[in-house]
Every structure is written in structure tokens, then in C-alpha cells.
């Protein structure tokens, strides 16, 4: 049986869980943003930020938004994970640190 191996452009930008949810869940469930944050016991602008990308996915919003979706709260966690890290490997300016080995 051959295997087969996703390979990600590791230069492509994650994708943000809230464009997931943006795009993609909230339309498939007919939910508007208004109706959505009110359901979630969030401002409007709150969920708003989200959606659009600049607010970070928290551990209790995550869990707010399975509830609410039926989506995987672990998985939005991990989509949010992928997305910080690899905006910080990219603007943490690591130059100064030695990488030190174990002898």
C-alpha cells in the first residue's frame, strides 16, 4: 500500500481558525456574526475580531464555539497554535541567542 504525505508550503500562512468559522461554519449554520456573539456572551466587535483574524482563538472561546458549532474545540486550538508560531518564527528576532547543544 503506498502512503501518501501532505506537504505544506511551509511560507503559506496557516490559516486562522477564524476564517474557518468566518467562511466556512457560521454561513453553513446560518448564523450572522450578530446572532453568533449573542449565543457566545461576546460583544459584536469581539467575535468580529476573530473572525477577521486579529484577536487570538482563547482555550474558553474555543470551547464556547464547539459548543456552539459542533466543531472541535482542540483542533481550533492547534489552527491557532500553527498560526502564532509561525508569524513569530518569522518577526522574533532571534539573532543574539546561542543554540546551545546538549554535550
Known sequence: MTEITARRDPD????????????????ALG???VDAAAHLGVTRQALHRLLAGTATLSPEM???LGKLTGSNPALLMRMQV????????RNVDVRG???MKVA
Open 82 to 89: 500553527a498560526y502564532d508560531l509561525w508569524l513569530a518564527e
Open 97 to 99: 541567542i546561542p543554540a
Open 62 to 64: 474555543a470551547v464556547k
Open 31 to 33: 448564523l450572522t456574526i
Open 12 to 27: 503559506r500562512r496557516p490559516t486562522h481558525p477564524g476564517e474557518i468559522l468566518k467562511d466556512d461554519i457560521l454561513p
